[in-house]
């Protein structure tokens, strides 16, 4: 009786940590597309900018003020070695994804983004000679021909934003990468991961938007009509911004990797639908096929993925590398770093 009701609180964790992930994730992505393109704020810099101040308030409030979750102390030398680049590449990564909002409909862009287990295979195939599986590799046939489909046939189709959803799958696959090699050493957590690379990626991108987006942000101030309810909106697109990072960590932590696999594929297709009741963007028949197949594909990747990691690998195979093989991952950490003794 006793196990049945803790498998019952279980599995209504999992579902509750599920559906709070989808409804944080979904919101953020559809106000995004709200701000540029009901409000009229064409700025993603700044608003990719606010999204970090925010989440480096939330972050502190939560470990220093509210104290959830401990600090995990990093020696000053390694928040620069290590930290630093992948603050830059995450900074990197938000900006594209806004950039993509601001031209191409949530559809379009979240099904390209679906693309990023291809781009994270490539890059340590290529960059990083990793060995894979062969059924790795077939997992991303109907990725690849999901997102070709899905990109021949998009109605709203534009380039640039085309192209910004593409890199910043390619910045998602580098900082995943970085995240696994130059963080060997401390267990970081969603919170504390933000904690760390949040303000170093405001302090990247202050400066650009302030060059790139601030005389057209003053504008905007002096010439929209509903400022203040508007400047509400995009504040509270920060806070749910930080809310998602941390609601990342719990969901993580209450389901299996292969329930988070399924899980995120869903929510691609939840964010395309109430995407497409809210901005009517047209979606062909053609172009819904694409999307699917890119969804299906990436169920069987994390299902080909799990399945691998739960093998022992046989006697005689070549070692494959958790972690990019640089120099960089070569520099000890500060903590590992021994005593100069004679």
Not at 51 to 68: D, M, N, P, T
Not at 81 to 86: C, G, L, N, V
Not at 242 to 256: D, G, Q, R
Request: glycine share 4%; hydrophobic share 50%; aromatic share 14%.
């Amino acid at each position: 009786m006793e196990e049945s009701v803790i498998f019952q609180w279980s599995v209504f964790r999992s579902l509750l940590a599920i559906l709070q992930w989808w409804g944080f994730n979904v919101t953020v992505i559809i106000m995004n597309k709200w701000i540029f393109q009901k409000l009229d704020f064409k700025f993603p810099l700044t608003v990719s900018c606010i999204h970090f101040i925010c989440s480096s308030i939330g972050a502190y409030v939560v470990i220093k003020v509210l104290k959830i979750k401990p600090l995990i102390v990093v020696e000053p030398e390694d928040r620069w070695r290590r930290i630093f680049p992948m603050s830059f590449v995450f900074c990197i990564n938000i900006v594209l994804g806004n950039v993509s909002l601001r031209f191409i409909p949530v559809s379009f862009m979240q099904t390209i983004k679906s693309f990023t287990p291809a781009t994270t295979v490539v890059l340590q195939w290529l960059v990083w000679r990793k060995y894979f599986d062969w059924r790795i590799w077939a997992s991303l046939v109907p990725i690849v021909g999901g997102i070709l489909l899905t990109s021949v046939t998009e109605l709203s189709f534009n380039m640039f934003g085309f192209c910004a959803a593409l890199f910043g799958c390619l910045a998602t696959s580098t900082k995943t990468i970085l995240a696994e090699s130059l963080l060997h050493g401390y267990k970081f957590d969603s919170i504390n991961t933000v904690y760390y690379m949040a303000p170093l990626a405001t302090m990247i991108l202050g400066l650009p938007a302030i060059l790139v987006e601030g005389s057209g942000v003053i504008n905007w101030f002096y010439t929209h009509e509903a400022v203040w309810s508007s400047l509400i909106i995009i504040l509270s697109s920060g806070l749910l911004a930080f809310c998602l990072n941390f609601s990342i960590f719990y969901v993580i932590h209450s389901t299996t990797a292969v329930t988070f696999n399924v899980a995120g594929n869903l929510k691609v297709a939840f964010a395309v639908l109430i995407s497409w009741m809210i901005f009517r963007n047209p979606i062909s028949v053609m172009n819904a096929v694409g999307c699917a197949i890119t969804l299906v594909g990436c169920t069987f990747y994390g299902y080909v993925r799990h399945l691998l990691s739960q093998q022992p690998p046989p006697p005689g195979t070549p070692r494959t590398p958790k972690t990019p093989r640089n120099r960089m991952e070569l520099l000890p950490l500060v903590n590992d770093k021994l005593d100069d003794k004679v």
